[in-house]
């Protein structure tokens, strides 16, 4: 119970800090300044202060700089949403409570423990109950992502060139923070793969569905019997691009109230989509989910295949690098060799950690299933401190350097809308 409510703690530091603040007791709640008509309160800037309190060299600063650079970041914020309004920007409901959901969820399993043991934890350590718990997540999370479409809007995505890369290194390589305790290592992935007999034989109950619709037995009734999807009734609208190439693809086509006449195939299994709603820039469908799942035999298939591919790579028939390239299903690695890159030990993944923590330099694991798949690891270097070099690291100086390019637009952007809105501090 207490990692739970250490990780509650955590989670909603931006939600309660402001009763933990080491100031001057707070004697009377006041308006320290008003943005496009919308007030910033006292109790908002403290508990803003509080979070900026480990941000190095901050608490160098006077109290009244403190307070001052605070505020400044949340009349930014608000500037920013003030363009909600007038760029039509909006959140979907259902959107928002599937993230919700979803962070709960998330937030259980992380700590080993069921969702009702977490409302037990909520109610018992914060003196609120679910309800409320989940009403400051959805004020939290609009807002994160009402600023995340503003920009999506005005900035959009970034993609630097080299020269640009290599120019942002040249001026702030003393300032990017090295690496410690890290470690550099690699992976070949192989998907279990259902036969085609099997996908087919669902197939033939996908199609059947189908004419159970075109002869009129109601949608919802067929997908309660079969679906095994649970957002199988309605769904928020997906923005373009998010879903499955041939599942949008198959969507789009259709016209509100229609479903598909053949099923789509996607990596969850084969999918009958309805479409319920369509706009500009996203879809809104329903579907009917058949997984299709592969068999033992499937997977013992997968586990020869990378077993023998190990024993290749460990008799010098092949490099490990081609061999990732050449066959692993690890998109995000393959291209690479199969490499990770350098990274911090502790911001690997867990099921990743365990395996590698036990491997000695060059050593090659033994197949395991992670998240469905087989997969074998290999740890190529360690290092106690490490800095930061174009070489073995440009992907990540490449994400820093967008990163800073989309501040600095985004900054630009602020500058000028700060002078179209009313700003009064009261400081």
Not at 82 to 97: A, G, K, P, W, Y
Not at 126 to 149: A, V
Not at 276 to 303: F, H, M, Y
Request: aromatic residues 8%; charged residues 30%; hydrophobic residues 40%.
């Amino acid at each position: 119970m207490f990692r739970i409510l250490f990780a509650l703690l955590l989670c909603f530091s931006s939600l309660f800090a402001a009763n933990n603040v080491k100031s001057e007791p707070i004697l009377l709640e006041s308006i320290v300044a008003v943005v496009d008509g919308k007030v910033i309160l006292r109790s908002d800037l403290m508990t803003q202060l509080y979070q900026y309190q480990a941000t190095p060299g901050f608490l160098k600063l006077s109290e009244l700089e403190q307070m001052t650079r605070v505020l400044d970041k949340i009349i930014e914020e608000k500037v920013l949403l003030s363009r909600v309004s007038r760029d039509s920007i909006t959140v979907d409901d259902v959107e928002l409570s599937q993230r919700v959901d979803s962070h709960v969820r998330g937030l259980a399993a992380r700590q080993g423990a069921t969702v009702a043991a977490l409302e037990r934890a909520i109610k018992e350590q914060l003196g609120i109950n679910m309800s409320q718990y989940r009403e400051k997540l959805m004020e939290r999370f609009k807002d994160e992502m009402l600023l995340s479409r503003i920009r999506q809007k005005h900035v959009g995505l970034i993609n630097p060139t080299r020269k640009e890369v290599e120019e942002f290194y040249a001026v702030y390589k003393d300032s990017i923070p090295p690496q410690y305790d890290c470690i550099l290592f690699s992976t070949i992935s192989t998907s279990i793969e259902p036969s085609k007999q099997i996908s087919d034989s669902v197939k033939k109950v996908a199609l059947a569905i189908i004419d159970s619709l075109d002869r009129g037995v109601h949608w919802a009734v067929l997908a309660k019997n079969n679906s095994q999807d649970i957002s199988s009734d309605t769904s928020a609208y997906l923005r373009r691009g998010t879903e499955e190439a041939d599942y949008e693809k198959a969507a789009i086509k259709l016209r509100i109230g229609e479903w598909t006449d053949q099923p789509v195939l996607t990596k969850e299994g084969w999918n009958i989509i309805r479409l319920l709603g369509k706009k500009e820039d996203g879809i809104k469908t329903a579907r009917i989910l058949l997984k299709v799942n592969p068999s033992q035999a499937d997977s013992l298939n997968a586990l020869r295949k990378l077993d023998s591919l190990k024993t290749e790579i460990e008799s010098g028939k092949i490099s490990f690098s081609k061999a990732a390239e050449q066959f692993s299903k690890d998109r995000e690695t393959s291209y690479r060799g199969g490499s990770f890159g350098w990274q911090e030990r502790k911001h690997i993944e867990p099921s990743h950690s365990r395996i590698i923590s036990s491997l000695i330099l060059g050593e090659i694991s033994q197949p395991e299933i992670i998240d469905g798949s087989y997969r074998i690891f290999r740890l190529d270097n360690e290092a106690q401190a490490r800095e930061y070099n174009l070489e073995e690291d440009y992907p990540i100086l490449e994400n820093i350097t967008s990163s800073y390019m989309s501040n600095k637009k985004l900054q630009s952007l602020i500058d000028q809308w700060r002078h179209e809105v009313y700003i009064e501090i009261r400081l």
